[in-house]
């Protein structure tokens, strides 16, 4: 199987322009399956119905998040209705949705497990023990990760932790493409997928958050405009091992 991971995507314009772009990266690439983590894909941060509409309409089949999940009121209604959009299962039972979802290819399932890093991010519970429990009851042999956090060390260490039990850990949080994909034991393995979004920005924002570090004054988020990039990767699984054949990294614009 063939899955495409998309890196946090940022603000309603650049959906757009990914809606256009899609087609061509999944015929290039013969995607079968696409995730993103859409956490920033309502403008100013977060997922609302309308954002994440945005997203499967232009080719998108799973969406993970983050951080920023429950940004919005309008979000608790998202994660109720679809089990195909997920927020971080670590988070607790008392939270709206799921972190789980598996996909039937027919000739095989996939499972997508969304998790937050406990390091430097908001009160969760232990992602190592979450997704030990989670793995007891998932049947599919082929699981991806979606791991959101802010420490390179926590995001290595759980791709340690989880190699040859899972088809790929891949990285979300920092909007920083890292160039570390590999693939140990049969799981692909890269500590941050990047960002899908303006390239003269700041991690996508607008520029004004640089007053946020010369005057240390408070600034909202607007997703920039311009010139946009994807930044993604694309997966080859065995389906019958549940074990990665192959990581491409792609950084691309759109």
């Known amino acids: 199987m063939n899955v495409l991971f998309i890196g946090d995507v940022v603000g309603q314009k650049t959906i757009a322009k990914l809606g256009k772009a899609l087609p061509r990266i999944k015929s290039s690439e013969g995607i079968e399956l696409v995730i ?23 080719g ?3 969406i993970t998040t983050g951080n920023h999940a429950f940004r919005r009121k309008e979000a608790d209604f998202v994660f ?18 799921t972190g789980v979802f ?5 000739y095989g399932a996939l499972t997508v497990i969304n998790l937050i890093g406990a390091v430097y991010m908001p009160l969760c519970d232990n992602p190592f023990k979450c997704v ?4 007891l009851s998932i049947d599919a042999k082929s699981v991806i990760v979606d791991f959101h956090a802010e420490a390179t060390a926590e995001k290595k260490a759980m791709g340690i932790f989880l190699r040859g039990r899972v088809s790929a850990v891949l990285g979300t949080h920092t909007h920083v493409q890292t160039a570390d994909e590999r ?9 941050d997928v990047g960002m899908t979004g303006a ?3 700041i991690i996508g924002a607008e520029k004004n958050v640089i007053e946020k570090f010369t005057r240390y004054y408070p600034q909202k988020h607007f997703p920039a405009e311009g010139e946009c990039e994807i930044n993604a990767v694309a997966l080859e699984i ?12 792609i950084a691309q614009k759109i």
Do not use: Q, W
Not at 36 to 58: Q, R, V, Y
Not at 80 to 97: H, I, M, Q, T, W
Not at 132 to 135: N, S
């Open 132 to 135: 030990d429990a989670l793995l």
């Open 102 to 106: 598996t996909v039937d290819f027919g």
């Open 183 to 191: 693939i140990f034991d049969g799981t692909a393995y890269i500590t």
């Open 36 to 58: 993103i983590n859409g956490e920033n894909s309502a403008d100013g941060n977060g997922i609302t119905p309308h954002s994440a509409k945005m997203l499967f309409d232009c």
């Open 238 to 249: 065995d389906a019958s091992s549940g074990k990665a054949v192959s990581i491409k990294r």
């Open 80 to 97: 109720e209705e679809r089990r195909d959009v997920l927020r971080p299962a670590n988070l607790g039972d008392d939270c709206p949705g």
């Open 60 to 62: 998108v089949d799973v």
């Open 199 to 201: 390239v003269d920005s």
